[in-house]
């Protein structure tokens, strides 16, 4: 009886024993589920603060995107206008004025020369250093749109005016760009004149004539004048 309870005794302590291993592993299980736990928490807290670090910096890659093409749109039409203003410019933006007017200041000029500049001896402006009074010619400074005008008074020597006819003409270089013309009556004296637009090229020499007369002056006393103004530069 004795030797039955101890083996029975021997059986339960094993059985404890099975037990309480049992519950160890369970508990090592659980400890190590909590730990896993925690690390997947974690990891979904460091996969939350990435996503949204990678959203925050889609945005602002979107937003450079977005400024990087507007000042590309805005350097595109920066050179646009700068290939324009190069093209076109307009004087008073770029190099200054280009301007001159003369006038003969004598009371008339006797025995003009047909085909042969007229010299505007006196002037009243210049701008550019484009006329020259000792040749009576404008050369031009740069290319571009100019306004010309001339003006032109008779003169008959010893003193008739009656039936003088003036033919004058505004040359480039060699071309006639317009003329004037005046005709005098009987007892008074005419004046022609005429302004016109045109496109000089640089170099370009513009010169004022007399034409059709063997020996017809000119009206001085600043009646008689030769003008030219650079409108709009041009390449």
């Given at each position: 009886?004795?030797?039955?309870?101890?083996?029975?005794?021997?059986?339960?302590?094993?059985?404890?024993?099975?037990?309480q291993?049992?519950?160890?592993?369970?508990?090592?299980?659980?400890?190590?589920?909590?730990?896993?736990?925690?690390?997947?928490?974690?990891q979904?807290?460091?996969?939350?603060?990435?996503?949204?670090?990678?959203?925050?910096?889609?945005?602002?890659?979107?937003?450079?995107?977005?400024?990087?093409?507007?000042?590309?749109?805005?350097?595109?039409?920066?050179?646009?206008?700068?290939?324009?203003?190069?093209?076109?410019?307009?004087?008073?933006?770029?190099?200054?004025?280009?301007?001159?007017s003369?006038?003969?200041?004598?009371?008339?000029?006797e025995?003009?020369?047909?085909?042969?500049?007229?010299?505007?001896?006196?002037i009243?402006?210049?701008?550019?250093?484009?006329?020259?009074?000792?040749?009576?010619?404008?050369?031009?400074?740069?290319?571009?749109?100019?306004?010309?005008?001339?003006?032109?008074?008779?003169?008959?020597?010893h003193g008739?005016?009656?039936?003088?006819?003036?033919?004058?003409?505004?040359?480039r270089?060699?071309?006639v760009?317009?003329?004037?013309?005046?005709?005098?009556?009987a007892?008074?004296?005419?004046?022609g004149?005429?302004?016109?637009?045109?496109?000089?090229t640089?170099?370009?020499?513009?010169?004022?004539?007399t034409?059709?007369?063997?020996d017809?002056?000119?009206?001085?006393?600043?009646?008689?004048?030769f003008?030219?103004?650079?409108?709009?530069q041009m390449?």
């Open positions: 009886m004795y030797t039955l309870l101890v083996e029975v005794a021997f059986v339960s302590l094993g059985i404890c024993s099975c037990i291993a049992e519950d160890e592993t369970v508990s090592t299980i659980i400890h190590r589920l909590s730990l896993l736990e925690d690390k997947v928490l974690k979904e807290k460091i996969n939350n603060e990435q996503e949204a670090l990678i959203g925050y910096l889609k945005a602002q890659n979107e937003e450079f995107l977005t400024r990087m093409n507007a000042q590309k749109a805005t350097i595109k039409q920066l050179e646009t206008r700068n290939a324009l203003s190069i093209q076109r410019r307009f004087v008073l933006d770029s190099e200054g004025p280009v301007a001159f003369a006038v003969i200041d004598p009371s008339f000029i025995h003009t020369k047909p085909s042969t500049a007229i010299k505007f001896e006196t009243l402006t210049e701008f550019g250093g484009g006329y020259n009074n000792d040749t009576g010619i404008f050369v031009a400074p740069h290319t571009g749109l100019y306004l010309l005008s001339c003006s032109m008074l008779d003169h008959m020597a008739g005016h009656g039936g003088v006819m003036i033919h004058g003409e505004i040359m270089n060699h071309d760009l317009a003329r004037v013309f005046a005709h005098a009556e007892s008074y004296r005419d004046q004149a005429n302004t016109i637009i045109a496109k000089l640089r170099g370009d020499q513009v010169w004022v004539r034409m059709d007369n063997s017809l002056g000119l009206g001085g006393s600043r009646y008689t004048s003008s030219g103004y650079l409108l709009w390449s």
